[in-house]
C-alpha cells in the first residue's frame, strides 16, 4: 500500500516497509496519531504492508511462534519461540536461557504428530493447496479461539538443526525427519523428471 493512501483503519494494525524482513520496520500502529509518527519516523520508504494486528497472547502473557515445513504437503515441526514480545523471533527470545520455555518447546515438537498437526490440519493442508509448493516454511501461532494465525510462508525461511545439543537434546531427531522428508521429496522429484 502506497504511503499517500495509508488511513482509515481499524486499529490496531501492523506495518512494515515492503521487501524487509527480521522485523526491520515492523511496528503495531493503536491509532492514526502514532501511523502519522512511524510515517514521518520513516521517510525513506514509500510502500508498505498493513495488517490487521490479532492478539494472540497466551494467558501467561506470552506470545508463540510456530516454524513449520510443509514438505511435500505434509507438515513437519521445525521450533517454537515463546516471547514476551509480540514480534516473535527464535534467537531473541531467549529459549536457550529459560529451561521452561524449552520444556515446553520439547512437548510441542515431540507432540507435534498426534496434537498440533491433528487440530490443525484442515488449515495446514490449504495453506498447502493453496501454495501448491513442494517446500514451503511458514511462520504461525494459535490464535485465543483455537485458530491457526500465519503469519508468513516463504520457501526461503531457515529450516537448521545447529542448536546445542547439550541445551536442545530432542532438537535432532525432530529435525531429522523434516531432513529425511526433503531428501525423500528431492529423490522422488528427481525420478519424476
Known amino acids: 500500500m502506497h504511503r499517500e493512501q495509508l488511513g482509515g483503519f481499524i486499529f490496531p494494525v501492523t506495518i512494515r516497509p515492503i521487501d524487509t524482513h527480521g522485523g526491520k520496520g515492523f ?15 520513516d521517510s525513506e520508504n514509500d510502500e508498505f504492508y ?13 506470545y508463540r511462534k510456530l516454524r513449520i515445513a510443509l514438505i511435500d504437503r505434509k507438515p513437519f515441526i521445525c521450533h ?15 529459549m536457550e536461557l529459560d529451561e521452561h520455555k524449552r520444556a515446553e518447546e520439547r512437548t ?4 507435534f504428530d498426534n496434537d498440533f498437526a491433528v487440530r490443525h490440519r484442515e488449515a ?15 511462520d504461525c501461532a494459535v ?3 483455537g485458530e491457526l494465525l500465519l503469519f508468513e510462508a516463504d520457501p526461503r525461511c531457515r529450516v537448521h538443526a545447529i542448536d546445542p545439543v ?9 529435525m531429522q525427519k523434516a531432513f529425511d522428508a526433503f531428501r525423500s521429496l528431492l529423490l522422488k522429484r528427481s525420478l519424476i523428471e
Open 27 to 41: 511496528e503495531k500502529i493503536n491509532d492514526s496519531k502514532e501511523l502519522k509518527r512511524y510515517l514521518e519516523h
Open 124 to 138: 495446514l493442508f490449504a495453506i498447502a493447496d493453496r501454495l501448491d509448493l513442494d517446500y514451503v516454511v511458514i
Open 80 to 94: 517454537l519461540a515463546i516471547s514476551e514480545s509480540w514480534i516473535v523471533h527464535y534467537i531473541p527470545s531467549g
Open 108 to 111: 510441542v515438537m515431540e507432540n
Open 50 to 62: 498493513v495488517s490487521e494486528f490479532i492478539d494472540y497472547q497466551s494467558d501467561d502473557g506470552c
Open 143 to 145: 490464535t485465543k479461539d
Open 166 to 174: 547439550d541445551i536442545f537434546p530432542y532438537k535432532p531427531a525432530i
